[in-house]
């Protein structure tokens, strides 16, 4: 239930803090990861798919992986949920989206700003150098780098590898310094994304998340809103700030 404690909390925070996963992007049809049914780790195995050993034992294999992720999204709109969520930032002094996700729908959405702690699957660079690259001979699975002849390879976070540094320690500092954080559709099973509402927390933040299932942060949350993001999220704006996501 939305209380007057957390309209409060909401109406009069200088900082917000919002963490995002795969399911705020569910409702625009583009798969999660751990969903029992339909998350893409029920269907595929991450260690052949999304870690840097697959990439240099199979490339094409990953290459086409992503291509195929890359072709979905381009049928996907942001969805309610992303909406909502662009539209409740612009009532709060310093607000700092933070998402996991790799499909730039937030910033389709309108949201500014946002920290992209796993990268962006449109973009792509090579593996040896990280060159960014925007153009490539599509003949070749992977096509080769242009500047230095590696595989080129996307832009996005592997298992084993680093979190880019700088997106990392803007999101703790955001997490160590907000009055409230939302977590939203993510499962929390991936660290260190996963560690910023315990940060959070721990600096004294109320926290608040919306899913569609429990999670090991339900217990500690101030408020847990279960249900669908583009549904909760739409409801916060309206019942707090009375303001509704028009249609698409
Ligand atoms: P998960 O698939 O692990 O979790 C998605 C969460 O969203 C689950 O708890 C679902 O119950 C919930 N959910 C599903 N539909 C929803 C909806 N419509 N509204 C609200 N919640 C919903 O995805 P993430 O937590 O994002 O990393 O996964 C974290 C990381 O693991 C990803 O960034 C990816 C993956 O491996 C990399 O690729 C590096």
Same mark, same amino acid.
């Given at each position: 239930?939305? *209380?007057?404690?957390? +309209?409060? #909390?909401?109406?009069?925070?200088?900082?917000?803090?919002?963490?995002?996963g795969a399911g705020i992007s569910a409702e625009s049809g583009i798969p999660t990861f751990r969903d029992? &049914?339909? =998350?893409?780790?029920?269907?595929?195995?991450?260690? &052949?798919?999304?870690?840097?050993?697959?990439? %240099?034992?199979?490339?094409?294999?990953?290459?086409?992986?992503? #291509?195929?992720?890359?072709?979905?999204?381009?049928?996907?709109?942001?969805?309610? =949920?992303h909406q909502a969520l662009s539209r409740i930032a612009r009532h709060i002094p310093e607000f &700092?989206? +933070?998402?996991?996700?790799?499909? =730039? %729908? !937030?910033?389709?959405? $309108?949201?500014?700003?946002?920290?992209?702690? !796993? $990268?962006? +699957? &449109?973009? *792509?660079?090579?593996?040896?150098? $990280?060159?960014?690259?925007e153009q490539w001979d599509a003949q070749q699975a992977?096509?080769?780098?242009?500047?230095?002849g590696s595989l080129l390879r996307p832009d996005v976070v592997w298992f084993g590898e680093m979190l880019p540094v700088q997106a990392l320690q803007q999101a703790e500092q955001a997490a160590a310094r907000c009055e409230v954080f939302l977590s939203i559709g993510t499962s929390g099973q991936v660290y260190p994304a996963a560690d910023l509402a315990y940060q959070a927390l721990a600096s004294g933040a109320m926290v608040v998340e919306i899913n569609a299932e429990p999670t090991p942060l339900t217990a500690r949350a101030h408020y847990a809103f279960t249900?669908?993001?583009g549904d909760q999220l739409p409801r916060l704006l309206a019942e707090i700030w009375q303001e509704s996501v028009p249609d698409a």
């Open positions: 239930m939305v *209380t007057p404690e957390l +309209i409060d #909390a909401l109406k009069n925070s200088r900082r917000v803090a919002a963490i995002t029992a &049914q339909t =998350g893409l780790w029920a269907k595929y195995d991450p260690m &052949q798919l999304a870690t840097p050993e697959a990439f %240099l034992e199979n490339p094409e294999r990953v290459w086409n992986w992503y #291509a195929w992720r890359r072709e979905l999204l381009a049928a996907c709109r942001p969805n309610k =949920g &700092q989206l +933070i998402t996991q996700n790799v499909d =730039g %729908l !937030h910033q389709a959405a $309108g949201s500014q700003d946002v920290i992209e702690l !796993h $990268g962006n +699957i &449109q973009r *792509t660079k090579c593996f040896d150098h $990280g060159h960014t690259v992977p096509p080769p780098c242009p500047y230095c249900g669908k993001a």
